[in-house]
């Protein structure tokens, strides 16, 4: 329908045109042409204002697209590295959750072998105690003995055997009993045989 009246106005524009050439009104023809220079000039000029606006437009809105889309592939780029260090976040908590579990269970070990070398420490004392009290009475009573008895006996012998030496007026006895195949009255009194009945 516009164009329908564009046309129109064209015809209509056209009939004027030669009417005022079959009038040979040429003053008002030549007004008409330099009219018509004149807005064909301004259109021309129009022409490339619109024109360079458009490219100005396309040019803004191809940096605005591109600054889109390096917006989108920053946004992706920042959305991984949050990813990554969500994983690392969840990672490190869970090996400080394991660390801490350690240190507990170590705290509770050392505590433990704290408590055992006071124990032992304890133990130590109790035998420092009774060894200062206990050996020298032990070692003088197996002077005796062995004042008694002249035997001298080995310390560093299986369990149930006896070893020693009977040291005699004349002669050096070894002694060597077997306690587990011989009753205690026997072993007993193989021991009184080798002592004196003289005083």
Request: hydrophobic content about 35%; glycine content about 4%.
């Amino acid at each position: 329908m516009a164009q329908g009246n564009k046309f129109q106005d064209l015809e209509e524009t056209a009939e004027a045109l030669v009417a005022f050439i079959n009038s040979g009104q040429l003053e008002q023809l030549s007004r008409v042409k330099v009219e018509h220079k004149a807005l064909f000039d301004q259109h021309v000029e129009t022409k490339k204002i619109v024109t360079q606006i458009l490219k100005d437009v396309a040019q803004v809105e191809e940096s605005a697209g591109q600054r889109l889309l390096d917006m989108e592939e920053e946004k992706k780029h920042r959305e991984m590295e949050l990813d990554s260090l969500e994983e690392q976040l969840k990672k490190c908590t869970a090996k400080s959750q394991i660390t801490e579990s350690e240190l507990q269970f170590l705290q509770r070990e050392f505590e433990s072998l704290r408590t055992a070398e006071h124990e032992l420490q304890n133990l130590q004392n109790e035998v420092d105690e009774d060894t200062t009290e206990v050996i020298p009475s032990a070692v003088y009573v197996s002077q005796v003995y062995y004042l008694i008895t002249k035997i001298k006996w080995e310390y560093n012998t299986q369990p149930g055997v006896l070893k020693g030496v009977h040291y005699g007026a004349d002669l050096a006895t070894p002694i060597n009993i077997d306690t587990s195949v011989r009753s205690r009255s026997d072993v007993s009194d193989q021991l009184w045989g080798f002592v004196s009945a003289e005083w």
